[in-house]
């Protein structure tokens, strides 16, 4: 039976009438209507009559890997945390490494390969050390992603990576025509969200990071992996993973690229905080739901104490056990496209890549990406949007449960101090000014435990 078909459809013409009516003279777009930092009006109610699906993309929220971030200093003592993490139910490893000296060899051939994905975060660029992982990828027929990024490292540090080659470039053209892993070329976006960038400019920025990696290596056949962070708007975020996705295919097909992207997405530590931190647990559950429901491929949660605790086996078991009940117990892995219908997530998709492209053309227009991190372009552009949100925390508008509204003036974090959680000052001779990451609550913090007795 077709219960409702006794009933006439209302228009959102006909809601509109009836809201303007229930609000007794205000005016609708002061009233109901809202502006958000990406200059896109949200309106009270998305309605059909008003809605264009998107077609041709495919989230696969199914398929979404539980990583587990490792630092790999001791081999021996990463090889426990890994296969601990494995039986705790990480389903991919995310290992990052400082230097070559690190038995890369014994690492892999110690891990059951053939359950897990492999990412590894490299702070060097190094064709031997690639050819290795490439050999035992070969030989396990496991799927191993390199992250191979310059240009972020560039825009992380301000200089390249030392490589005997001529520039970094030459380099990765080498391990991008030989290599037969899973993918060698990644794109750290992370950067620009912790640092404070808008979401259309997150957007943009990646997209023009990746086109320099088209334009300056000959043949990439190989998907690219953008690490991604998320923040606290919760539609809006999903809306922002979705939009990198189809702008992604977009411009890939342009350099007859045909595969698509591997999206790594963590919780931003630009929310986070050290005071009343459990409701980091909180803020971090939501944005890994942001994530599963955008269709993130892999998602590494933050600890609740990745701030001032080193690294533990509590705060990491607390994050991956998030991530399991979401899987789990929530069943977010049974559904795919799980945005799709939502006229809502529909709308921001399609402005946020709208705006996106808008900015990205605008780039490659004034000479491309690259040029304009080195000119200095886009961290200005960054430390404006980042001091618009400072200014709105520090005013209560942008709020932080626990830090600048209802906070306990009973906790005290002074003595619990592991690590420094503010900017640390790193003075060295660089090409450009980097691109500095910064949490919204660092000064309040920092005169917080000033005057800690």
């Not at 064709?127 to 390199?146: L, P, R």
Request: glycine share 4%; hydrophobic share 35%; with cysteine.
């Amino acid at each position: 039976m077709k219960l409702f078909d006794e009933f006439e459809p209302v228009s959102s013409k006909q809601w509109k009438q009836q809201i303007q009516f229930d609000l007794k003279g205000a005016d609708y777009n002061d009233t109901v209507v809202w502006k958000s930092p990406e200059d896109i009006q949200v309106k009270p109610f998305y309605h059909y009559d008003e809605s264009s699906p998107i077609s041709g993309l495919n989230t696969k929220a199914t398929e979404f890997k539980i990583g587990q971030s490792i630092f790999v200093h001791d081999v021996e003592k990463s090889i426990t945390n890994a296969l601990d993490s494995i039986q705790r139910g990480a389903e991919s490893l995310i290992f990052s490494i400082e230097n070559e000296k690190i038995d890369v060899e014994k690492l892999l051939n110690s891990l059951p390969l053939e359950k897990i994905t492999v990412h590894f975060h490299l702070q060097f660029l190094s064709i031997d050390f690639v050819t290795k992982i490439e050999k035992i990828a070969q030989s396990k027929n496991t799927s191993i992603y390199c992250n191979l990024d310059p240009i972020g490292h560039l825009a992380r540090e301000g200089n390249w990576f030392a490589t005997p080659d001529k520039d970094n470039f030459e380099t990765l053209e080498k391990l991008s025509k030989s290599s037969c892993v899973s993918s060698i070329i990644s794109i750290d976006a992370s950067l620009y969200q912790n640092a404070g960038a808008t979401m259309v400019q997150q957007l943009a920025y990646a997209l023009g990071h990746a086109t320099e990696y088209f334009n300056i290596i000959s043949s990439i056949n190989q998907p690219f992996v953008f690490q991604m962070s998320v923040g606290s708007n919760y539609f809006f975020e999903i809306a922002k993973l979705r939009a990198l996705r189809l702008l992604f295919t977009s411009i890939a097909k342009e350099f007859g690229h045909t595969h698509d992207c591997h999206i790594a997405v963590s919780p931003t530590k630009r929310n986070k905080t050290i005071y009343d931190y459990n409701v980091n647990m909180l803020r971090t559950t939501s944005e890994c739901m942001s994530a599963i429901f955008g269709g993130a491929n892999t998602i590494t949660n933050l600890p609740y104490d990745v701030l001032y605790h080193k690294d533990n086996e509590f705060g990491s078991r607390i994050s991956r056990n998030q991530l399991l009940i979401l899987k789990k117990e929530s069943y977010f892995d049974k559904v795919d496209n799980p945005a799709d219908g939502s006229y809502y997530i529909e709308s921001l998709t399609q402005q946020l890549a709208e705006k996106a492209l808008v900015l990205f053309k605008d780039i490659e227009a004034n000479g491309g990406f690259l040029k304009q991190l080195k000119e200095g372009t886009i961290k200005r552009k960054i430390q404006e949007s980042a001091e618009a949100e400072q200014k709105a925390f520090d005013e209560g508008k942008e709020v932080l449960l626990g830090t600048n509204k209802y906070p306990n003036k009973n906790d005290k974090m002074k003595h619990d101090l592991e690590l420094f959680p503010f900017v640390k000052i790193k003075p060295r001779k660089t090409l450009i000014t980097p691109i500095i990451e910064k949490r919204l609550a660092e000064n309040y913090e920092q005169e917080r435990l000033s005057t800690e007795v």
